[in-house]
């Protein structure tokens, strides 16, 4: 299917397991994003990446780590979930060189750590 | 830091009433601001804007922007309970955050029959 998918669209994970989210596009964008969703604070960037094997961090990066190793897939990965991590997890991506610079959302993963 | 702010943070409204939701932002770099839509699932794309004074609309949805007062409003005419949902807005900067979209934490409109 063409567009932005995540998986897994929701998961059940305990505190101190490692934990991968996984974003795959099919629009070959260049720029992809990982942002978290908390009540009350909107959309927060975790890691974005402007084009394969470049990673920076965003607002959040702290127990996350990203890779970027193929244009189409941006893993995220909690190395130790923290009940902190409990959220909703959405994927992006843009091609910021088109007029309108608009980001394309995946579903979202919803993330519970006990 | 760049940083954007949106207010109110919730709105309940009857069908038919006329809301403005507001957006003030700080952003280094400023290029474009943007409005999405999030029911309850990913947030989907409504407007940008990058001109002062020039209205983008979108049947009953339009939005504005000011530079120089830093801030954007979204109206919504003839509210509908469809219309109920999360709406963000969010700074796009220029410079080393090229590409990199600023969110506010979203006004939640609620409209009842």
């Known amino acids: 299917d063409a567009g932005i998918t995540q998986s897994p669209r929701y998961k059940i994970t305990e505190t101190g397991r490692q934990v991968t989210l996984m974003c795959h596009q099919t629009w070959s964008h260049s720029y992809m994003f990982w942002y978290r969703q908390d009540l009350g604070h909107g959309l927060r960037l975790i890691y974005y990446s402007a084009a394969a094997d470049i990673t920076d961090k965003g607002e959040v990066p702290d127990g996350y780590v990203v890779s970027r190793s193929k244009t189409e897939n941006f893993p995220l990965t909690l190395e130790s979930a923290t009940r902190s991590q409990t959220s909703v997890y959405f994927c992006?991506?843009?091609?910021?060189?088109?007029?309108?610079?608009?980001?394309?959302f995946g579903p979202g993963t919803r993330l519970t750590v006990l | 830091e760049d940083k954007v702010v949106q207010s109110p943070l919730s709105l309940v409204v009857h069908e038919g009433d006329t809301v403005t939701l507001n957006c003030s932002y700080e952003?280094?770099?400023?290029?474009?601001l943007l409005w999405y839509k999030q029911e309850k699932k990913a947030p989907t794309f409504l407007f940008m804007l990058?001109?002062?004074?020039i209205e983008k609309k979108s049947g009953r949805l339009s939005s504005i922007l000011d530079k120089k007062e830093l801030f954007s409003i979204l109206n919504i005419t003839a509210t509908q309970t469809g219309d109920s949902a999360i709406y963000l807005c969010a700074g796009n900067a220029g410079g080393t955050s090229y590409g990199k979209l600023t969110f506010g934490q979203g006004t939640i409109l609620t409209v009842h029959p």
């Open positions: 952003v280094t770099n400023f290029r474009s």
């Open positions: 990058t001109s002062s004074g």
């Open positions: 992006a991506s843009s091609e910021p060189g088109v007029a309108y610079n608009e980001q394309f």
